[in-house]
């Protein structure tokens, strides 16, 4: 009894602490913080009438998703409305295309500098570590996607931005269901990057709950793309095999053959991270949402290849890191609840991937001769 007493006390004084400070929990400073937000404000109908279309600010731009999202955004909503960000050089044919900008997502004064001069009305938060090379430098990823991401939250929230974060197939561990994986089940990871993903999910969505935040994650499957390359995943192998076909006709996978993992086609991700950004908030009944297209081994990859090259050799030379890693994470992604709420259809599957990809290799190759 006392101990519910105490505890009773204890909720009394936050609720006169709640009233006294109705928007109140100081984050950054007293004059911008997501405690100014009330807790019933909704970002989920914002406006955009102003300008008719959203300002956009993309972290992390030089990844291998922003260039490509950076072009699908500023397709439709017009190429001074999208800015690219990154702490590297761009070159120059990214510097060319489009509104470029240093943005270091680890310095919040500089961040609230560019969202201000630049009246961004939309974050695509792309910055972070990836699985393999997290956890080969985990402070690094442990700062660049836990600390970054609150800096990120923070200043989507004192701002009233819509907010996009990427989360990952690698949110899972190994004792999640793996085939399928639905959205909601045990979470447990065993990478710095499955920890902050989960991270991620967890405060978005309570930022949404608490301030209103009008977060959006979807949890992306392993990306393969022809003309940006991933740096340091588990899934790098299914774009690297491209690479190494056309170059040298031979390929060693550092997954086991039948290593199966969710993936999908660049085209189709950043199709629905536009998609999932315009949902209407009413459709949204999660604010996390698994997506996914297809799911293959190395060696199914290999053969879908090799109906086109039948030369390509593949060997195998397992790096112990990345399959431990691999074998932690779903092998098939259950995405109903996307496909339900908001629509998402991929248009992708292996047959059109490898097809795509060669297709785009093919006329890069006729490109160079020709030049
Ligand atoms: C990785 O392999 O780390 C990423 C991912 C699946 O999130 N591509």
């Known amino acids: 009894m006392p101990v519910i007493r105490t505890l009773g006390t204890v909720a009394r004084q936050v609720q006169q602490v709640q009233q006294v400070l109705p928007l109140t929990v100081a984050v950054r400073n007293i004059s911008f913080s997501p405690r100014q937000v009330t807790s019933d404000a909704s970002f989920h109908s914002v406006s955009f009438s102003e300008t008719d279309h959203p ?36 070159p120059s044919n990214v510097f060319h295309s489009g509104p470029f900008i240093y943005s270091d997502i680890l310095d919040y004064k500089n961040l609230r500098e560019i969202v201000v001069n630049n009246r961004i009305t939309w974050l695509v938060h792309y910055s972070a570590l990836l699985s393999a090379v997290g956890e080969a430098n985990v402070a690094l990823a442990r700062s660049v996607n836990i600390t970054g991401l609150h800096n990120i939250l923070d200043i989507a929230a004192e701002h009233g931005l819509r907010l996009f974060v990427p989360s990952t197939i690698g949110a899972f561990g190994p004792t999640s269901p793996r085939n399928p994986t639905p959205d909601l089940c045990v979470q447990r990871p065993r990478t710095i990057y499955g920890v902050s993903k989960v991270h991620a999910e967890l405060m978005g969505e309570y930022y949404h709950h608490r301030y209103g935040l009008d977060f959006r994650c979807l949890r992306y499957p392993g990306i393969i793309s022809a003309d940006s390359m991933p740096g340091g995943g588990t899934t790098d192998y299914a774009v690297q095999i491209f690479h190494d076909a056309i170059k040298s006709g031979k390929f060693e996978c550092n997954l086991k053959p039948d290593t199966r993992l969710p993936m999908m086609y660049i085209d189709d991700c950043l199709r629905a991270t536009l998609e999932v950004m315009e949902a209407p908030a009413d459709s949204l009944s999660m604010r996390t949402y698994n997506i996914n297209a297809m799911s293959f081994t190395p060696e199914e990859l290999s053969q879908e290849l090799q109906k086109q090259m039948p030369e390509l050799e593949v060997t195998y030379d397992v790096d112990l890191v990345r399959q431990a890693i691999a074998d932690s994470w779903p092998m098939d992604f259950d995405d109903s609840n996307a496909r339900k709420d908001w629509g998402w259809k991929h248009d992708y599957d292996l047959p059109e991937l490898v097809q795509t990809m060669l297709n785009y290799f093919g006329v890069e190759t006729r490109m160079v001769q020709a030049s």
Not at 60 to 69: A, C, D, I, P, S
Not at 72 to 85: A, E, M, P, W
């Open 55 to 90: 300002k956009v600010l993309i972290t992390g731009g030089l990844g291998q998703l922003g260039v490509g999202l950076a072009k699908l955004l500023r397709k439709r909503f017009g190429k001074n409305n999208v800015i690219l960000s990154d702490i590297r050089k761009p």
